[in-house]
């Protein structure tokens, strides 16, 4: 059984920095695409950022693109998300999840099987 937990969230001011974890457990796929992905209330989950671990392929949303980066864990069992020059409308509840590398680049949430709790991050301006 595949087991996602993320970390790191909090709370910080506009143009702040926070890194958020995760740690995947229980996975046998050599080659899983991990993303993370953000809700705020009334919306659905979003894709911010994807990563194919152990290639190294990265994608980003248009909103985390040059603010953001996703890498892997030395140990290829987990993801970080650096984000920088954080903003308001960054905020919401930030999800790690689990997936197939060959539709990483699409961060549909409907291609990743295996979701964390999800760890929230808020913005103050």
């Known amino acids: 059984q595949v087991q996602v937990t993320e970390s790191g969230g909090g709370a910080v001011e506009a143009g702040g920095f926070l890194r958020l974890s995760c740690e995947v457990h229980g996975n046998n796929n050599p080659r899983p695409c991990m993303g993370w992905f953000r809700q705020v209330p009334g919306k659905g989950r979003e894709g911010v950022a994807s990563?194919?671990?152990?290639?190294?392929?990265?994608y980003y949303a248009n909103s985390a693109r040059d603010r953001f980066t996703i890498s892997q864990d030395s140990a290829e069992n987990g993801v970080y998300l650096q984000m920088h020059s954080l903003k308001p409308e960054d905020s919401g509840k930030y999800y790690c999840?689990?997936?197939?590398?060959?539709?990483?680049?699409?961060?549909?949430?409907?291609?990743?099987?295996?979701w964390g709790q999800g760890t929230q991050v808020t913005v103050s301006p």
């Open positions: 999840a689990v997936g197939q590398y060959d539709y990483c680049y699409t961060l549909d949430r409907s291609y990743f099987p295996y």
């Open positions: 990563i194919v671990q152990g290639v190294g392929s990265v």
